[in-house]
Structure formats: C-alpha cells, structure tokens
T-cell receptor
Framework: AQKVTQAQTEISVVEKEDVTLDCVYE???????LFWYKQPPSGELVFLIR??????QNEISGRYSWNFQKSTSSFNFTITASQVVDSAVYFC?????????FGAGTQVVVTP | DSGVTQTPKHLITATGQRVTLRCSPR?????VYWYQQSLDQGLQFLIQ???????AKGNILERFSAQQFPDLHSELNLSSLELGDSALYFC??????????????FGPGTRLLVL
C-alpha cells in the first residue's frame, strides 16, 4: 500500500525565516512520481513540482528548493526567506499509475 | 489559472438530493480526474477518465458516478446525498493516460454543502 506522511500539521514563522516541510512516503513500486502542491486560502490546488524516482537531483526554483532522498524515502520542501504570500497548506503527493495519494498537508503561517 | 474550469463554485443542497458537478479540462488534455477533499478524509482520489473511458477508480461511493463526454468535459454525479458528502470536489486534468508520468493540473473546485 502507498502512503504519504506529512508529520508537521502547522508551522508558524516570521517573514524572512526559512521553513522546511517534511514528506515521507511508502511505496513498493520502483517507478513512481512525487509532487508538491500548494493550497492558498482561496482554495485552489497549485502545482509546484514533479520528481520521478530515478532523479535524485535536488531542485531549486527561486525561493523554493526540494531535497529528494530515496534512501530515506523523503522528499522535503524548503521555502527560503518566507513571505506572507507563502501562507498556505502544502501537500506532498505520491503517484503510481495515475492515482495521486496525498499527505495530510502542512499549514504554513507566515506573519509579518 | 490552471486552465481547468469547474462549475458551480458553490452548491448548497439537502440530504437525499442529487447534484451534478461539471469540469472542463485544459485544452489538449485527455484525462480527467476527480478528487474529494474533506476535513476528516483529506484529499482522496475518486476516479479517472481518459478520452471517454474509465481508467482508474479510487474510493468512490456507489452513490457517486462520473462520465466523460466526447468533447472531453466530465461530470460527477452525486446522489442520495448525506451530510458527510459535504466537501470540496476537485477536478484535475493531464495530457495522457498515465497520470504519474505527467502533471495533474487542478481546477478551482466545487464546494458542496449538504444540509
């Protein structure tokens, strides 16, 4: 069975602080895909990144960076120099054959 | 804006009723997925259609059904509604059949409230 665990329910930071969101997954598949989505207060789900199981290179996109470690089944997400607009719920998801299995989400609250 | 549209944005109805949620995928996308987001269950995959055919099924209740039409829009029908069906229903789309090799882009969701 596949499972995604986001152990942090809520993280509160002050603007400009860095914040790291943890994601641990379980799967028996050798080929799989990992995703991060952002859900701002308005409610829509915004795609942030997709990573396949064969690509363990870390990725940076602006203030966002991702650390994929297959050995520990983790796909962590860091927001550097957080801003108020980063306040949202962030979901990690695992995909195998089209069904996205989401974690419970981590609420990030950034205060000025 | 993901390019996926969903109507209506909000829906309020009573227990026992039936509702239809509509989704139009991004231009060029052949797959449509439905998800339910509720406080107690989180985000759950319901069903996938690819080019009009059902491709994958998740935790979809028998009271729920979906279809994808020749113009590729999809409808999710919810019947005999119960209080516990109150949730945010998302539609997502992707280009091909195997969602894992591609990204699923989500619509804004339909918020259903069953009273």
């Amino acid at each position: 069975a596949q499972k995604v665990t986001q152990a942090q329910t809520e993280i509160s930071v002050v603007e400009k602080e860095d914040v790291t969101l943890d994601c641990v997954y379980e799967t028996r598949d050798t080929t799989y895909y990992l995703f991060w989505y952002k859900q701002p207060p308005s409610g829509e789900l915004v795609f942030l990144i997709r990573r396949n199981s064969f690509d363990e290179q870390n990725e940076i996109s602006g203030r966002y960076s991702w650390n994929f470690q297959k050995s520990t089944s983790s796909f962590n997400f860091t927001i550097t120099a957080s801003q108020v607009v980063d306040s949202a719920v962030y979901f990690c998801a695992l995909d195998s054959w089209g069904k996205l299995q989401f974690g419970a989400g981590t609420q990030v609250v950034v205060t000025p | 804006d993901s390019g996926v549209t969903q109507t209506p944005k909000h829906l309020i109805t009573a227990t026992g009723q039936r509702v239809t949620l509509r989704c139009s995928p991004r231009s060029g996308d052949l797959s449509v997925y439905w998800y339910q987001q509720s406080l107690d269950q989180g985000l759950q995959f319901l069903i996938q259609y690819y080019n009009g055919e059902e491709r994958a099924k998740g935790n979809i209740l028998e009271r729920f059904s979906a279809q994808q039409f020749p113009d590729l829009h999809s409808e999710l029908n919810l019947s005999s509604l119960e209080l516990g069906d109150s949730a945010l229903y998302f539609c997502a789309s992707s280009v091909g059949e195997a969602g894992g090799t591609e990204t699923q882009y989500f619509g804004p969701g339909t918020r259903l409230l069953v009273l």
